[in-house]
C-alpha cells in the first residue's frame, strides 16, 4: 500500500462550511468523494489559483499530525500563517504504520526550513544550505534525507531549479518511487512533470482531469509558445 492511498474531508470542530476554498471545484470534489492516490509519484498541473497549493498544503499539514510521536522534526518548516484550515479537517489512509521519511518543501519557506536543518547536522567541511544557491540547496536537501520510505510533497520546486538540475530532480523522484516512497508534486513546468511513471492530476475550474502528459494545457500552451513566441509576444 502506498503511503498515503486515499484523503477525505471530515469535518472537525470550528469548520466553516462557507470556507473560501471549498468554492475551488477540486476542493469541493475532495469534499464530495474524496481523493485516491493509485501511483508512486502523482502530478498536480493547473492554472494559478485553482487550487493546487492549497491542496497539497492541507494534505501535508493534515499528515505531519501523525508526527507528534516521531524523532524526524524536520519534515515540514512552520506552518504559514496564510495556510488555510483545510488540513484539520482531512483524514487519510495509507500504510501503517505511518512511514516518517520524505518531507514537504516549498518555495516561500526553503530558507528557514533549510537554517533549521543546518543546526541540527553535523557538516564538517559542508556547506550550509543557505550559503548555496536556491537550486544547489534544494538539491543537496532532497539528497541529505533519510532514504527510508516516505512522503515527499514538492509544491513547485522549479522555482528553485534550472533545466538541468529539473534533470536531476526527475531522477532523484525516480529513485524515491523505486525505493517505495511517494511523491506527491504540483508545478507548472512541462519538464518535471514528464516524470516517468507518473500520474497526471491536472486540476480545473471544473474539477480534477486526468490527461496524459502531451494532452495537456501545460504542455500544449508551451509547445505553442516554443514554436513561434512572436505569435504570443506581439499581443502584450
Not at 530558507?111 to 550559503?131: I, M, V, W, Y
Amino acid at each position: 500500500m502506498l503511503p498515503l492511498s486515499r484523503v477525505e474531508l471530515t469535518p472537525r470542530s470550528g469548520f466553516d462550511p462557507a470556507s473560501w476554498y471549498l468554492d475551488l471545484a477540486p476542493i469541493a470534489q475532495l469534499q464530495r468523494s474524496g481523493l485516491e492516490f493509485t501511483d508512486p509519484i502523482t502530478v498536480l498541473i493547473g492554472e494559478n489559483g485553482v487550487g493546487k497549493s492549497t491542496l497539497v498544503e492541507a494534505i501535508a499539514a493534515s499528515w505531519q499530525v501523525g508526527f507528534r510521536d516521531a524523532q524526524d522534526r524536520m519534515w515540514s518548516s512552520a506552518p504559514s500563517a496564510e495556510d488555510a484550515d483545510l488540513g484539520r479537517h482531512l483524514t487519510y489512509t495509507g500504510a501503517r504504520p505511518q512511514p516518517f521519511g520524505g518531507c514537504f518543501l516549498r518555495a516561500e519557506s526553503m530558507h528557514a526550513l533549510f537554517g533549521a536543518a543546518d543546526e541540527q547536522r553535523p557538516r564538517a567541511s559542508d556547506q550550509a544550505f543557505n550559503e548555496l544557491s536556491h537550486g544547489q540547496s534544494f538539491l543537496r536537501y532532497v539528497a541529505d534525507r533519510p532514504v527510508g520510505v516516505g512522503l515527499w510533497i514538492l509544491d513547485e520546486p522549479e522555482a528553485a531549479l534550472s533545466f538541468q538540475s529539473c534533470l536531476a530532480l526527475i531522477g532523484v523522484l525516480g529513485d524515491l518511487a523505486a525505493e517505495g516512497s511517494q511523491v506527491i508534486l504540483a508545478t507548472h513546468s512541462p519538464l518535471l512533470a514528464a516524470v516517468p511513471g507518473a500520474r497526471i492530476w491536472e486540476l480545473t475550474d471544473g474539477g480534477i482531469e486526468y490527461p496524459e502528459w502531451a494532452d495537456t494545457a501545460l504542455v500544449r500552451g508551451w509547445r505553442s509558445f516554443l514554436d513561434a513566441p512572436e505569435r504570443f509576444l506581439r499581443h502584450l
